[in-house]
């Protein structure tokens, strides 16, 4: 609603039949805004995702929070790690059970939930997985063409190839199905922002590998590429995070990168190759993509082991972020374990983006320094933590378990 201007002078030179029309305007203006409130007012609480007074849905920011994790070791042994792990994943699923959803923010978690290993007690948070998808009654978000309503999917199928029961695969089947009858938008593409490649193409590669029907992988190959030449940058090998970010730049004057959206891209390129046949015809250029952005990610590590939310002007941003860094982190440890990054390159980045890690995790399990739900890089306070970038950590963690040693 525009507001009136309420300097004397410029009352004295409006007609009177003008400023009987402004104030009418105003007061309609006033009342539609009035009805507005009453009806947001009267909405219920489930469908606004209100949070709770103290434990909110998908994250929060306090202001003070204890102190700081001293029993944590950033040693690559197994014992170490499963510490780390079952302290951040203990912290969050006491929270998570208040309140399951469909949504981007919790399925990013649950991905998580169900990388934990079974040395790591894996099988607790896999059930609780279960209890989840069956109070969801399996159900993906509401959107039917919308990637960020699709990424639960992923969990949905990973139990069904666990468990084979038809309940936990038919809605994700189903929608994938319509989907990829949808004729494309030359004006918009489907996956037009970068953080879609984490969300919906996994659930494509995993029904392709679950129905042994490849026109799953071959929609979701022929929109990937649709969204990389749009929005990657073939010299720099980052993502921007969608077609308005492409001429934005950083104070520096360097581009402008989101350390979560990259995050999501490479996390994304790693779940589809490790479900992608290997002679699949494409393979070779996800691949090569996925290792022209390890790369690139691996040079701007910063000192501390983590990346800043703007990649490439680190000094303009106080906090690293933990999010972000944890998808690069799980990424790159994943590309080791699966023989396509070298590890003697590789390895010294994870250890040191790990111990980086540690530092944001405090003594009740809490996982600091997440920026919260936004689409480029931001402030935020050490304590900020949302569950999206839990499951970023667990998927890390779960990961740097397979290279541990005993």
């Not at 994790?69 to 203990?90: C, G």
């Not at 250890?351 to 931001?378: E, F, N, S, V």
């Amino acid at each position: 609603m525009a507001l009136l201007n309420l300097n004397p002078k410029y009352f004295v030179r409006l007609h009177r039949s003008n400023l009987r029309s402004i104030l009418r305007s105003s007061l309609q203006a006033l009342l539609a805004g009035a009805a507005l409130c009453m009806m947001f007012a009267s909405m219920p609480v489930a469908a606004q995702q209100l949070p709770s007074a103290d434990l909110p849905v998908a994250g929060d920011s306090p202001d003070t929070e204890g102190p700081l994790a001293k029993d944590l070791s950033p040693e690559f042994k197994k014992p170490e790690v499963t510490k780390a792990l079952r302290k951040v994943a203990d912290w969050q699923l006491t929270r998570a059970q208040v309140q399951y959803s469909p949504d981007w923010t919790f399925a990013a978690l649950y991905a998580g939930f169900m990388a934990v290993p079974p040395a790591v007690n894996g099988s607790k948070y896999q059930d609780a997985m279960q209890d989840m998808g069956r109070k969801l009654d399996w159900q993906l978000g509401a959107r039917p063409d919308f990637a960020d309503d699709h990424a639960v999917g992923q969990t949905y199928l990973e139990l069904y190839e666990k468990l084979q029961d038809p309940a936990m695969l038919a809605p994700t089947q189903h929608r994938m199905e319509n989907l990829i009858q949808r004729v494309d938008d030359p004006k918009k593409p489907l996956w037009w922002w970068c953080d879609a490649l984490f969300m919906a193409p996994p659930v494509l590669a995993d029904l392709a590998k679950i129905s042994g029907d490849r026109k799953y992988l071959d929609y979701m190959n022929h929109e990937w590429w649709i969204t990389s030449d749009l929005l990657y940058d073939p010299q720099i090998h980052l993502y921007s995070r969608d077609a308005t970010y492409l001429e934005k730049h950083e104070e520096n004057g360097t581009k402008l990168f989101w350390a979560r959206g990259n995050g999501w891209v490479i996390a994304g390129l790693a779940r589809v190759l490790e479900v992608m046949p290997v002679d699949y015809p494409d393979r070779p250029r996800y691949i090569h993509q996925y290792q022209e952005m390890a790369k690139a990610i691996a040079n701007i590590q910063g000192p501390d082991g983590l990346w800043r939310p703007g990649l490439l002007d680190p000094n303009a941003y106080p906090l690293p972020e933990v999010s972000g860094s944890a998808f690069n982190t799980y990424a790159v440890a994943w590309g080791i374990h699966a023989g396509i990054l070298n590890r003697k390159e590789y390895l010294p980045v994870v250890k040191k983006a790990w111990a980086g890690l540690l530092t944001h995790i405090y003594q009740d399990g809490r996982l600091g320094c997440i920026q919260p739900i936004g689409a480029a890089p931001g402030q935020f306070k050490p304590t900020s933590s949302y569950v999206y970038g839990v499951g970023a950590f667990l998927l890390a963690g779960s990961e740097i378990y397979n290279l541990a040693k005993n």
